[in-house]
């Protein structure tokens, strides 16, 4: 989708990222780099600024200082190159027309994406199949579970076969069916050679396909031994 | 429907209020003032809906939670802008002309037409017009708010612009300003070319004018709406309303 991006090794890099909300410090000075083709998954509680790093790294939110770069394109200078590269699923089901059905969604974000009409259809067979949505792909939105609109927005994330993929607490409304296509979802990305960044409130789950875990608390990020969810997996399994 | 309904209907109301005007520059011909009602009310049909569909279009968006989303896909800001403004100026295109058509039945006519000038007239004044609606846009995604100054100040330009009175009936302070509004001489361009004989250097005037405001609210209105985003990634405020 996009042309030679000018880092080939770096997916997602961010440098002393700060952001303050309302007054309040959300994000102190956030460091992070995340290898292409990896996956990386970032904990936190409720508050943390996960959603914030995200939006940055979308593009949707400016930060106070530092840099956010997606394959080497700043997300401030460069920002319509960063959408080119990424697929995002906020953690917002609102953000889905839902007075549309699931396939009229897909078909609306890809042809906005300049996707064409034969590729948003055949992609979006595939996705919705993938992603066992093709049972109620004709029906509204507005009918659908919270986990079939988050798969929903999974598909549509992917849609524009992005080069790296952005993860707001994906496993919300999830059943055990669900967390599991997920999963395998995340594990195929990283195959096919996708950066995938999946933020939630418990990530322990993800250990055996992260290839780096890390914690965001106060406002900054750690990484996280993968020793330390050892014995914590039933929680995402 | 209801649109089509609605539009009919006030412009079959002013086929009977023409017959009771005898004044001025309608003096003699009860059809003319209906003539005169009827190019201004279509073309206003066509142009408030083209402005005021970005800032309603973007306002949705953000109470729909849809905003931020379409903020992130890879499509420049000032595209997301102009279709707002598209889906408006579609839908009441639509409308107006079905509208016309029935205008006919109850007795419009038109002296001549000057085909060129008529389109020159409709584009320019429908790029302006987006461009006022995108600053607009700009205004709801800045503030959260502005759609109702948006549609007061429209309300404002309709009426001195000449929309159902010659401007020259206003005081001479309101004729002043109506000459800072585009519609002005989108309307005297218009009925110059459907309804008069005017010289040509009068129309030829009045889309100079049409141009230059064309020229100024196009950079302005794309400057407006980046600005506009700038800001709300800034206050993070693109997933809220």
Known sequence: MVAAPPNDSVGIEVRELSKRLRGKEVLGSVNLVVPRGTVCAIEGRNGAGKTTLVRILATVMSPDSGTARINGYDTESHGLAVRRSIGVSFANERSLYWRLNAYQNLQFFGRIAGMPKASVAARSTLLLEELNLTAVADGQVARMSTGQRQRLMLARALLTEPVVTLLDEPFRGLDDDGIHLLKRVIARLKESGNTVLVVAPMIRGLDWVADSMHRLEGGVIRTIDKSESDGSASELS | ?241
């Open chain 2, 1 to 241: 429907m209801s649109g089509i309904i609605a539009g009919f209907w006030g412009l079959v109301a002013f086929r009977f209020v023409s017959k009771l005007v005898n004044s001025g520059q309608f003096s003699g011909d009860s059809t003319s003032y209906f003539r005169f009602t009827v190019v201004g009310l279509l073309l206003v049909s066509i142009l408030v809906p083209t402005a005021t569909g970005a800032s309603m279009s973007a306002r949705n968006e953000q109470v729909q939670g849809t905003l931020e989303y379409l903020a992130s896909q890879p499509v420049p800001r000032l595209a997301l802008g102009l279709s707002w403004s598209a889906y408006g100026f579609i839908e009441s295109s639509v409308i107006a002309i079905i509208v016309a058509v029935l205008t006919v039945m109850i007795g419009f006519n038109v002296a001549h037409i000057d085909i060129p000038v008529v389109i020159a007239t409709i584009f320019l004044s429908i790029v302006i017009f987006s461009a006022i609606g995108n600053l607009g846009a700009a205004l709801v995604i800045m503030l959260q708010q502005g759609m109702s100054l948006v549609a007061g100040l429209l309300s404002v330009v309709v009426i001195i612009s000449g929309t159902l009175f010659p401007i020259s009936e206003f005081p001479s302070w309101i004729q002043a300003i109506s000459h800072l509004s585009p519609l002005t001489y989108a309307l005297e361009a218009l009925r110059s070319a459907l309804l008069t004989n005017q010289a040509p250097t009068s129309i030829a005037k009045d889309l100079a004018i049409l141009t230059g405001f064309a020229l100024m609210l196009m950079p302005l209105s794309s400057f407006g709406l980046s600005r506009a985003f700038r800001v709300a990634q800034r206050k993070g405020s693109l997933g809220t309303y």
